[in-house]
T-cell receptor
Framework: GDSVTQMEGPVTLSEEAFLTINCTYTATGYPSLFWYVQYPGEGLQLLLKATKADDKGSNKGFEATYRKETTSFHLEKGSVQVSDSAVYFCALRSGGGADGLTFGKGTHLIIQP | KAGVTQTPRYLIKTRGQQVTLSCSPISGHRSVSWYQQTPGQGLQFLFEYFSETQRNKGNFPGRFSGRQFSNSRSEMNVSTLELGDSALYLC?????????????FGAGSRLTVL
């Protein structure tokens, strides 16, 4: 079946540091890929998405590129802020979508001032 | 534009009881799906409804059920509660039911089973 693997953390960085959160996946066919973010006490918010190979999703300074050859969708940000502290989830959904989203375990990111 | 609304936000039940959670999707969204979030298992897909029909169901026992009404609002029910059912239950809605469609999540209903 489909699966998503990501580093769980916690990942602790200083403000203005460069961020990379690795995400690799296993899926049949050509899934759509997503990054969601969850702040304490809240639900999930879509951060960005990519629906086909070589697509780059971007939002709020975050970027991720759909790499089919390495089955990866790594999240990056050039300069993190304290407000970026949250849990980040990589997810995929197969073409038909019938099985719902498959999530990674989540990466807890802590940004220190 | 109102988001996805889930009620209640918090509830406490005892083993053996049943619980019903409600979800109101974004206006115009016809697909509603449910997820369970626990520290141990992470986020797991429960089921999805589209136009009042269940499209698919995740790997959960029959104690977990749901339905969708003609106005797209959805409910999920868990019967004969077990301690392990303690979790955050998230509802998400989308315009259609397909892989590329973005799911918008509600804030969740946190269930504690004692």
């Amino acid at each position: 079946g489909d699966s998503v693997t990501q580093m769980e953390g916690p990942v602790t960085l200083s403000e203005e540091a460069f961020l990379t959160i690795n995400c690799t996946y296993t899926a049949t066919g050509y899934p759509s890929l997503f990054w969601y973010v969850q702040y304490p006490g809240e639900g999930l918010q879509l951060l960005l998405k990519a629906t086909k190979a070589d697509d780059k999703g971007s939002n709020k300074g975050f970027e991720a590129t759909y790499r089919k050859e390495t089955t990866s969708f790594h999240l990056e940000k050039g300069s993190v802020q304290v407000s970026d502290s949250a849990v980040y989830f990589c997810a995929l959904r197969s073409g038909g979508g019938a099985d719902g989203l498959t999530f990674g375990k989540g990466t807890h990111l802590i940004i220190q001032p | 534009k109102a988001g996805v609304t889930q009620t209640p936000r918090y509830l406490i039940k005892t083993r053996g009881q049943q619980v019903t959670l409600s979800c109101s999707p974004i206006s115009g969204h016809r697909s509603v799906s449910w997820y369970q979030q626990t520290p141990g298992q992470g986020l797991q897909f429960l089921f999805e409804y589209f136009s009042e029909t269940q499209r698919n169901k995740g790997n959960f026992p029959g104690r977990f059920s749901g339905r969708q009404f003609s106005n797209s609002r959805s409910e999920m029910n868990v019967s004969t509660l077990e301690l392990g059912d303690s979790a955050l239950y998230l509802c998400a809605s989308s315009l259609k039911s397909s892989g590329a469609n973005v799911l918008t999540f509600g804030a969740g209903s946190r269930l504690t089973v004692l």
